[in-house]
Protein backbone atom coordinates (compact mmCIF):
# COMPACT_ATOMS: atom_id res chain seq x y z
CA UNK A 1 0.00 0.00 0.00
CA UNK A 2 1.29 3.24 -1.11
CA UNK A 3 1.90 5.91 1.66
CA UNK A 4 3.73 9.21 2.09
CA UNK A 5 4.64 10.25 5.54
CA UNK A 6 6.04 13.72 5.95
CA UNK A 7 8.10 15.43 8.90
CA UNK A 8 9.78 18.38 9.84
CA UNK A 9 7.34 21.44 10.01
CA UNK A 10 7.08 23.24 13.17
CA UNK A 11 7.20 26.45 14.60
CA UNK A 12 9.92 29.09 13.46
CA UNK A 13 10.93 32.82 13.35
CA UNK A 14 11.15 35.03 10.63
CA UNK A 15 14.12 34.76 8.54
CA UNK A 16 14.75 31.14 9.87
CA UNK A 17 15.13 27.53 7.92
CA UNK A 18 13.12 24.36 8.04
CA UNK A 19 13.72 21.24 5.91
CA UNK A 20 10.19 18.82 5.62
CA UNK A 21 11.11 15.23 4.28
CA UNK A 22 8.41 12.85 2.50
CA UNK A 23 9.50 9.29 3.20
CA UNK A 24 7.62 7.15 0.73
CA UNK A 25 6.65 3.58 0.78
CA UNK A 26 4.91 1.10 -1.15
CA UNK A 27 5.41 2.39 -4.77
CA UNK A 28 8.15 2.77 -7.29
CA UNK A 29 9.72 6.12 -5.67
CA UNK A 30 12.11 6.29 -8.39
CA UNK A 31 9.23 6.29 -11.06
CA UNK A 32 7.00 9.27 -10.06
CA UNK A 33 7.25 12.95 -9.57
CA UNK A 34 7.08 14.21 -6.23
CA UNK A 35 6.08 17.85 -5.40
CA UNK A 36 5.26 19.76 -2.28
CA UNK A 37 1.82 21.83 -1.94
CA UNK A 38 0.72 24.04 0.72
CA UNK A 39 -2.59 25.03 2.02
CA UNK A 40 -2.83 28.43 4.30
CA UNK A 41 -5.91 28.91 6.66
CA UNK A 42 -9.19 30.00 4.01
CA UNK A 43 -7.12 29.27 1.00
CA UNK A 44 -6.76 26.75 -1.85
CA UNK A 45 -4.19 24.30 -1.99
CA UNK A 46 -0.95 25.62 -4.20
CA UNK A 47 2.02 24.23 -5.77
CA UNK A 48 5.22 25.10 -3.99
CA UNK A 49 7.23 22.61 -5.98
CA UNK A 50 7.85 19.99 -8.08
CA UNK A 51 10.63 17.31 -8.46
CA UNK A 52 10.99 14.99 -11.82
CA UNK A 53 14.05 12.83 -12.45
CA UNK A 54 15.86 15.92 -14.94
CA UNK A 55 14.16 19.08 -13.29
CA UNK A 56 12.68 21.13 -10.94
CA UNK A 57 10.22 23.88 -11.00
CA UNK A 58 9.17 26.17 -8.04
CA UNK A 59 6.04 28.73 -7.72
CA UNK A 60 7.75 32.61 -8.01
CA UNK A 61 6.74 32.89 -4.22
CA UNK A 62 9.53 30.58 -3.33
CA UNK A 63 11.98 31.10 -5.86
CA UNK A 64 15.30 31.44 -4.45
CA UNK A 65 14.75 30.21 -0.86
CA UNK A 66 13.67 27.26 -1.24
CA UNK A 67 15.27 23.95 -3.17
CA UNK A 68 12.99 20.88 -3.81
CA UNK A 69 15.63 17.54 -3.78
CA UNK A 70 14.82 13.91 -3.56
CA UNK A 71 16.92 10.90 -2.86
CA UNK A 72 15.56 7.65 -4.77
CA UNK A 73 17.89 5.13 -2.97
CA UNK A 74 16.33 6.70 0.25
CA UNK A 75 12.84 7.04 -1.20
CA UNK A 76 12.44 10.46 0.38
CA UNK A 77 11.78 14.13 -1.01
CA UNK A 78 12.90 17.10 0.40
CA UNK A 79 12.07 20.66 0.44
CA UNK A 80 14.56 23.43 1.82
CA UNK A 81 12.92 26.03 3.29
CA UNK A 82 15.32 29.39 3.61
CA UNK A 83 14.18 33.11 4.61
CA UNK A 84 11.12 31.81 5.71
CA UNK A 85 8.47 34.73 5.76
CA UNK A 86 4.71 34.78 7.82
CA UNK A 87 3.04 34.37 4.38
CA UNK A 88 4.64 30.97 4.36
CA UNK A 89 2.50 29.77 7.14
CA UNK A 90 0.60 26.64 6.32
CA UNK A 91 0.31 23.42 6.07
CA UNK A 92 2.55 21.43 3.68
CA UNK A 93 1.81 18.16 2.05
CA UNK A 94 3.95 15.62 -0.23
CA UNK A 95 2.75 14.65 -3.39
CA UNK A 96 3.60 11.66 -5.71
CA UNK A 97 2.42 11.37 -9.38
CA UNK A 98 3.13 8.82 -12.05
CA UNK A 99 1.37 9.06 -15.62
CA UNK A 100 1.39 6.09 -17.68
CA UNK A 101 -0.13 5.29 -20.89
CA UNK A 102 -2.26 3.02 -19.11
CA UNK A 103 -2.68 3.94 -15.51
CA UNK A 104 -1.65 6.91 -13.09
CA UNK A 105 -1.35 7.43 -9.63
CA UNK A 106 -1.62 10.00 -7.42
CA UNK A 107 -1.05 9.93 -3.43
CA UNK A 108 -1.18 12.13 -1.12
CA UNK A 109 0.38 12.42 2.77
CA UNK A 110 -1.17 13.94 5.46
CA UNK A 111 0.60 17.09 6.00
CA UNK A 112 2.73 19.00 8.49
CA UNK A 113 2.45 22.06 10.14
CA UNK A 114 4.45 24.95 9.17
CA UNK A 115 4.38 28.21 11.44
CA UNK A 116 6.45 31.09 10.88
CA UNK A 117 5.71 33.72 14.07
CA UNK A 118 7.73 36.07 16.03
Known amino acids: QAQLVESGGGLVQPGGSLRLSCAAS????????MSWYRQAPGKERELVAG??????NYADSVKGRFTISRDNAKRTAYLQMNSLKPEDTAVYYC?????????????WGQGTQVTVSS
Open 95 to 107: NARFTGLLQSNDY
Open 26 to 33: GFTFSSYH
Open 51 to 56: ISSTRS
